[in-house]
């Protein structure tokens, strides 16, 4: 496969790239750029999927620590992330257990020069007995009480409250001259 793609990367030309560097209308000698794709080429997005499912499969796959999705006679299935892109959401039951997938995931990414950033990485909790904070490279992560995820509210309540207020803000700032939650105010006389 790795053949295959190097070959798809040469025919597409996203390998023929060369950058100059300008400082004061001083152009200097242009110089082959021999690693990453080139700005626009298809298979940059592709590849990065290609690489986010690996890591992925590759983190979770050993052992399942997700959440319960459904459970018959027979098996017990869980769901182990959610991801859009580079949107990762990690999930599971155990405090312990969102620990070492966390670790697993960071783990396989370094493997692929990919680094995980403490700054942007939020830990939810929903209903947690354990306290202890979920760190990523020996760092603490922030513990939010609510963030959004590819633009739907979550909260540390497990409830929709929080969704349900955002939409309704967000529906009376499309409709400014709508009363309360979009409903237009009226009123009605009667003549005689």
């Known amino acids: 496969m790795t053949e295959s793609l190097q070959n798809l990367y040469r025919s597409l030309q996203c390998s023929v790239l060369k950058s100059q560097v300008v400082v004061s209308h001083r152009a200097y ?79 396989t990414a370094g493997n692929l020069g990919l680094k995980v950033s403490t700054q942007k990485t939020n830990s939810l909790r929903v209903t947690a007995r354990v306290q202890d904070s979920i760190k990523l490279n020996g760092e603490e992560i922030e513990e939010v009480h609510s963030f959004s995820y590819l633009g739907s509210k979550m909260s540390n309540t497990g409830d929709a409250e929080v969704e349900i207020q955002a939409r309704l803000a967000k529906a009376s700032q499309a409709s400014p001259h709508s009363g309360a939650h979009g409903r237009q105010k009226t009123s009605a006389r009667r003549s005689s």
């Open 29 to 107: 000698r242009p110089f082959n750029v021999c690693t990453g794709v080139k700005q626009g080429c298809i298979l940059s997005p592709f590849l990065f999927i290609l690489a986010m499912d690996w890591i992925m499969k590759t983190s979770t796959d050993s052992e399942r620590r997700g959440i319960r999705w459904t459970t018959t006679m027979t098996a017990t299935t869980t769901l182990e992330d959610l991801d859009f892109a580079d949107d990762i959401a990690l999930l599971s039951h155990r405090y312990q257990d969102m620990q070492k997938k966390t670790n697993a995931f960071s783990e």
